[in-house]
């Protein structure tokens, strides 16, 4: 949820033009300050950030994010393995117009329902030309609830392997931003050209573009990577909790580290999800003996990938009323602390993600501090600077 500047909030950010009293209310009573929680030099989003954040140093810990993802699904990636997030995304339409020359429209596919998403890629891969080719590679798609699929293919080689994130090239022509760099990475890319031929007039996005909705006519791997060991969260910092998310991503990061992954009915990852039941499912972890819940929210940044400015500073105002107002009230007479921070920023000038620090607040029922700010980028700025996001859960369990 964190961003720069923007002309269309008046030069405000979304934090600064959402309505969030409660979290204002909170960061005046709290330590605020900065944080990075991507090192320099590695690629930001929330596998780097929210490894750091759960103190994993990513220097040493990030071998490419599908494998975190498969982890929070359940998909093994064996030792000598290579596994990739495979998007349902939608790709410019016209079978006369060359693969390369498509533009990139929806890194989601238009936000696919899960169970469509299911549907569209349990057909691609019973396809008899695709299963083949997939064959060949020794590659095979593990379907999940959602637009976010996985890949693992055996003895895959990734060295000088280049993929770009869907979602860094909205609009734009796919062909400059090719899998490329090896052998094995032309293949790949010759399997989603297959892809996008087989999907293009399948009947279901033949209903989808009649309903007025993006197709799903295509499929796009990236995030390579192999197998992974995170250390244990318990013996680290000798606490035990859970971790509630609509992204497989989270909940990987989460299960490798011993934590345990709650999913909740309704939750999307979208600006209308679960929120109530989220907030009930940390309560309840908590009441069942947890000593740490993290509470994930996907929307603000699928609202900026979209290019949703509204969406956006709507998302952090449910934040504020259906999250955080609830979970202060349930949690009312009871010691705690909250820990709260957009994981990266998410830019609406360029519809990804950037690296620069984020502001945090760390709060503590018992001990209040006194920064009489209310929780934006500028203000964080003002508190103290935390060069490194692994730091924080050390904050955060910090005996007084």
């Keep these: 949820m964190a961003d720069n500047p923007v002309p269309e909030l ?37 596998d780097t950030a929210i490894l750091s954040i759960f103190g994993c140093d990513p220097n040493r810990y990030f071998t490419g994010r599908s494998p975190l993802e498969a982890a929070g699904c359940g998909v093994r990636v064996r030792a000598g393995d290579v596994s990739y997030r495979c ?67 055996a003895g895959g080689g990734t060295e000088g392997m280049r993929a770009t994130p869907p979602h860094d090239i909205l609009g734009c022509a796919i062909g400059p931003y090719a899998l490329d760099g090896n052998d094995n990475a032309r293949a790949l890319w010759r399997l ?25 006519n295509g499929i796009w791997f990236w ?8 250390p244990d969260f318990y013996e680290k910092y000798r606490k035990r909790g859970s971790v509630i998310s609509a992204v497989p991503l989270v ?33 309840d972890c908590l009441s069942q003996g947890d000593d740490f819940v993290c509470i994930h929210i996907e ?28 979970l202060e009230d349930k949690l009312a007479g009871v010691p705690h602390r909250i820990l709260l921070l957009s994981d990266h920023k998410t830019l609406m000038s360029t519809r990804t993600h950037d690296g620069d620090p984020v502001p945090f607040l760390l709060y ?15 203000d964080g700025g003002k508190g103290p600077f935390i060069e490194a996001g692994t730091q924080l859960m050390e904050m955060l369990f910090a005996e007084t």
């Excluded at 909940?251 to 039941?277: D, M, W």
């Excluded at 949703?308 to 609830?326: M, N």
């Excluded at 503590?364 to 500028?378: F, K, L």
Aim: with cysteine; proline share 8%; hydrophobic share 35%.
């Design 10 to 46: 008046g030069g405000k950010t979304p934090l600064e033009a959402a309505g969030k009293p409660h979290i204002d209310a909170l960061s005046k009573q709290s330590v605020l300050g900065s944080v990075r929680t991507v090192p320099p030099g590695l690629p930001p989003g929330s």
């Design 87 to 153: 998007n349902m995304v939608s790709l410019e339409g016209g079978a006369d117009l060359p693969f390369g020359e498509k533009k990139m429209l929806s890194h989601s596919a238009g936000s696919i329902d899960g169970q469509d998403s299911i549907d569209v890629i349990t057909w691609l891969c019973a396809d008899p030309a695709f299963r083949a080719a997939m064959e060949s590679l020794r590659l095979r798609i593990e379907p999940t609830p959602s637009f976010r699929h996985i890949a693992v293919q």
């Design 192 to 216: 989603m050209e297959l892809a996008n031929q087989r999907l293009e007039d399948h009947p279901y996005n033949q209903k989808r573009r009649a309903a007025g909705l993006l197709p799903a």
């Design 223 to 230: 995030a390579e990577g192999t197998a992974v060991a995170l």
């Design 251 to 283: 909940h990987g990061i989460g299960a490798l580290s011993g934590l345990k992954p709650v999913t909740v009915a309704g939750a999307t990852g979208e600006t209308e999800t679960n929120y109530a039941g989220k907030v009930q499912a940390a309560v």
């Design 299 to 326: 929307a603000p940044d699928e609202a900026t990938h979209n290019g949703k400015l509204d969406e956006k500073v709507l998302s952090i105002g449910y934040l504020d009323s259906r999250v955080v107002a609830p």
């Design 364 to 378: 503590d029922s018992e001990n209040p501090a006194a920064s009489d700010r209310p929780y934006t980028e500028q």
